[in-house]
């Protein structure tokens, strides 16, 4: 995977599923189905955080506008 630049604005879930208008629970089922996988990892004191790139996002809402 190719490294960000450390301008590039990632979203956390919550954030993502708004981005996308979708519900944060549909963004963790496809994210736990392999279907978006998330830009970066960190971990926390309270778990795993996901964070999604804007372009990532984009790629993605091409998929789903497809789809339906």
Do not use: N, V
């Not at 919550?14 to 994210?31: F, M, P, V």
């Not at 830009?39 to 804007?54: Q, V």
């Amino acid at each position: 995977m190719p490294r960000l630049k450390p301008t590039t604005p990632l979203l956390g879930s919550g954030q993502a599923a708004r981005y996308l208008g979708l519900h944060r629970s549909t963004l963790t089922l496809w994210r736990r189905q392999g279907h978006l996988i998330p830009t970066a990892i960190e971990e926390g004191p309270r778990g795993r955080r996901f964070l999604f790139s804007i372009e990532d996002l984009d790629a993605f809402r091409e998929k789903i506008d497809y789809a339906c």
